[in-house]
């Protein structure tokens, strides 16, 4: 009987493990058969490269210089009597500035006038002399040897007489100095020192800065691997430049030509001298401000351009992601010139789609994409559509209280020159 019963428990825990192995057999296989669901797609816009000419746009910081800048000074010492003109005004040509005390000057061009007229005198003389006593020397009247003492008076008081010229000709020309005159037209600084003081060489020489305002240069610097482009234009045909200066409330742009490429590089900076002139004719300008150079060095032909909200940047590589097979790749590019909104490449070929929209956190190489593909042209109508549409949302939706940059909005005219990322 113990027998018996000890068989049947061993048969219930039997049928219970076989019970519980087939579930957990068919629960493994039903896992095993439901694979993990792929994440959708990530939806991003693209837009195709294309190959075309650029303008050859280059931009550059700099700053304005006048042509021509002169610091008055004083040349001859005395006491400043008088100033002549109203400070930060325009002055013209030759007109007097400063005025030094001119007594002294004077009274040595009466000296030099006498001394002059006595050595005139002395040389008459001596002239008559000689000439009195040349026939007699033929005669033997008198010595040869006395007749050279009359030509050696008449020559030395000759030489007398020049150099009392010569003294008459710098006295006058330093009481010229005591007044001192604008050697150009242009706008006179703040006077250096005040009347009543001493000047002169080394004794409070400089009195005032004279500058020319119209035209105005500016000074910039490219890198020296830019210097065959510069040269490869420039003399030989007319470089155009637009200058911006920018203020608080307003800003100013001129528009002049590139004079002068430097013939030489700095070599700490590895960099050449540009300058450009152009046309101050309301004097708004003055030297020494910073401005905004952008110099047209002409055309770029069959260059590769993407918009630059394509460009993503790594501290030593820019790139750009690329839709192939509806999957993320990587291309790694070499940046150009920006012109508006397109950047010039290299290192792609052209009609390969570029992400300029999606989401940043979700860009991954071999990353499943589902690409919106534009035309680049089919692109810049969508974004200036966009813009005009939230310029006219904007405009629409003012209130009088509003801010001046709630009431004209934020949104730029123009791509800058900051190295873009996708949206």
């Known amino acids: 009987m113990k027998m018996m019963m000890l068989d049947q428990k061993a048969l219930g825990f039997a049928a219970v493990a076989g019970i519980s192995a087939a579930v957990l057999m068919n629960g493994c296989g039903r896992r095993t058969a439901q694979a993990a669901p792929k994440p959708p797609a990530m939806k991003v816009t693209s837009v195709n490269s294309e190959k075309m000419d650029v303008p050859d746009l280059r931009r550059y910081p700099g700053n304005t210089e006048a042509v021509q800048q002169v610091t008055l000074e004083a040349r001859v010492e005395g006491f400043l009597e008088q100033r002549l003109f109203d400070e930060g005004t325009s002055v013209t040509a030759g007109q007097t500035l400063f005025v030094i005390e001119q007594p002294p000057y004077e009274a040595n061009v009466l000296e030099a006038q006498g001394q002059l007229r006595s050595a005139e005198a002395a040389f008459d003389y001596a002239r008559s002399e000689y000439a009195r006593n040349e026939p007699l020397v033929a005669s033997g009247a008198i010595s040869a040897q006395n007749f050279d ?105 001129f528009e002049g030509d590139v004079d002068l490429v430097d013939n030489e590089a700095v070599v700490d900076s590895s960099t050449f001298i540009a300058r450009a002139s152009f046309p101050n004719t309301d004097l708004k300008l003055v030297p020494g401000l910073f401005a905004e150079i952008e110099v047209d060095l002409g ?125």
């Open 299 to 423: 055309a770029m032909k069959n260059q590769i351009v993407v918009p630059v909200e394509a460009i993503q940047n790594e501290p030593q590589q820019a790139y750009v992601w690329t839709v192939k097979d509806d999957t993320l790749v990587r291309a790694n590019v070499v940046l150009g010139p920006q012109w508006k909104e397109l950047r010039v490449i290299t290192g792609l070929e052209p009609g390969i789609p570029v992400v300029v929209e999606g989401n940043p956190y979700g860009m991954k190489a071999d990353v499943a994409v589902r690409s919106k593909t534009l035309s680049l042209d089919a692109w810049r109508k969508e974004v200036a559509d966009q813009k005009a549409a939230k310029a006219k949302k904007t405009e629409g939706g003012k209130h009088p209280g509003q801010s001046h940059v709630a009431k004209h909005g934020t949104e730029p005219t123009a791509a800058t020159g900051h190295e873009g990322s996708s949206k």
């Open 149 to 253: 003492q009359y030509r050696s008076n008449r020559q030395s008081t000759a030489a007398q007489v020049q150099v009392a010229e010569a003294n008459l000709i710098s006295a006058r020309i330093n009481l010229g100095y005591t007044e001192v005159t604008a050697p150009f037209a242009g706008r006179i600084g703040r006077r250096l020192v005040d009347v009543g003081n001493l000047v002169g060489p080394g004794i409070n020489e400089n009195l005032a800065v004279l500058v020319d305002l119209d035209p105005m240069r500016v000074v910039f610097q490219p890198a020296g691997t830019e210097l065959p482009d510069f040269l490869a234009v420039w003399p030989s045909t007319k470089v155009g430049v637009t200058v911006t200066v920018s203020g608080v409330n307003t800003t100013m742009t």
